[in-house]
């Protein structure tokens, strides 16, 4: 991304159906001294399986997953409605920002939708914050 620019970013096809059996990877880079802010628009994927029967709770059936910064520790993967409009991801300036997005062969959604920013490093929130 170049300094101070603004786009939008979404799943595929979005806001129509994402495709069944998808694993994209989106990885946004700035220049020296600018970070990657992302807030999200709308978030909608398919929910988490029922538990199995064994009782282990369910996992993800589709699910987004943030590396901020890149190569770092990725957070727990999110899927539902759980990363709630008006939550901010950030990545500090110098490094890179990846989402991954991953979907099973069931139950389609619309996806998500999210504007991201190129920042001075002082302007960025530094931390993962969900607005629920």
Known sequence: MTANSIDVM???????????NDDCWFVL????GYGVQMNM?????????PPASSGVSGVCADYVVIHAPLGGQPYPPRCGTSIPAGSKISAPANTTL??????DATD??????AVIQSLPEDLLATTLTFAD
């Open 10 to 20: 979404s799943s595929p096809g979005y806001p129509l159906k994402y495709q069944p």
């Open 29 to 32: 880079t700035t220049e020296p």
């Open 41 to 49: 628009l709308n978030f909608d994927l398919q929910d988490r399986l």
């Open 98 to 103: 990846a989402l991954r997005f991953v979907t």
């Open 108 to 113: 389609e959604r619309s996806g998500f939708s």
